[in-house]
């Protein structure tokens, strides 16, 4: 039974925010980043944190801490992400992808001489790591399954399971929108145990119905007394870089990380921010937080209703032997079959177990949530983040200089404000309806007479 939690690269703790409530009991954290550092204290004063995540082997040898039930962690996802180029194991940060599987052997060690199973591993990360030119990939879970040779693909599928002679290994790509949050973010979930485990069980669903599609909804409507504008039903990913770069990439020009807020455009806040991941309104506002550690912090951690499912499916053994049970059935989807290894590739998304059922490794659950943006604006965001005449003209200047695609109706809120809509175009569209609060629901503009 899984009890107790260690969890590497910590951030501000999405796992503790999920999984707490479940009665999971969080013994270690090991963060270095300052802010990060700094919100661990404040919102969970009584866990250690240890700091580098070098120094765990060592202390968990020498019982300076404990040898939990399961480790969590994502290492740095820049070294697989076109931001950190996609160095991959070339990169120091994608390095302590092979350290994270150092930390699993001592943790496993520990437990071993303490007559205790081997562990539970849960690892998080850009579904980019799935093409590194390094095999960071192919080299993590193969060492997790004990091979003796690592197993080396160009491109691994989006969901699949190797079988080692140590370890089971099970990964799937999770698209965060279908989990209750309005944010376009597909992240890559793996999970490993001991020879008695096996993670398709938690990770993979039997298929029993039509996938829903992402509803539509008003993109313009009143709340809390202001009118408001969306361009999408959900966001773009919400990206680290969120506080520096929001003007120069490709939520930029489709509007999905912008709000237009009585007639003015500006970005999302940190709090709506904090929304978009699922956390609890005002986690990282801690004393002498500035926008920047926020919006940080916020976009370098994990999607919290994504990491709840799963760990509601773990603890809970909901689907205990429902899809290990079909192995005799896979057999098309085995790839690697050797002495010391068996490869399953399932990225065909739903699969078939014969004649006796469908097995869901999609980016999508069995059950959907849909949230929408409407859901995570708030009216009281701060005068800093509204986009400036001068701020609008320049997305619009490098749109023309670039050829770039945008969405109209942004680009017509961006001119508004920049004044490069003419007058006459801005007295027309006022003589559409009455004057007053209303919202042009053709073209998705908002006026205010």
Known sequence: MIRTVGSICSGIEAASVAWEPLGLNFKWFSEIAPFPARVLSEKFPGIENIGDMNKIPKALFEDAICAPDFICGGTPCQAFSLAGEKRGLDDERGNLTLRFVDIIEANDAVRRKKGKDASVVFWENVEGVLTDKTNAFGCLISSLAG??????MKKWPSAGVLEGKKRNVAWRVLDAKYFGLPQQRRRLY???????????????????QEFEEYPAGDLTFEKDGHFFEIFRE????????????????????????FVVQDQRIRRLSPLECERLMGFPDGHTNIKGAT?????????????????????????????????????????ENKIVDRADAFLYDFHEGTVKAGDKAQVNCTERPEKCVFRTLRDIVDADAPEEIYLSPVGCHGILRRKRERNLSINPRLEEALARVAGEMPEAEIEKKSRIQPRGKFSDQKNGLLFTG
């Open 147 to 152: 091979l003796d040779t690592m197993i080396s």
């Open 190 to 208: 793996v999970l490993a145990g001991g020879k008695g485990f096996h993670p398709e069980d938690v990770l993979f669903e039997v298929h029993g």
């Open 234 to 257: 959900y966001s773009d990913c919400l990206y680290s870089a969120y506080a520096t770069k929001w003007n120069g990439n490709a939520a930029a020009y489709n509007g999905s990380l």
């Open 291 to 331: 926008r920047t550690n926020r919006y940080q912090a916020i976009g370098n951690s994990w999607a919290v209703p994504v990491v709840r499912w799963i760990g509601e499916r773990l603890i809970s053994e909901l689907g205990k032997g429902l899809i290990s049970s079909y192995k005799s059935e896979f057999m």
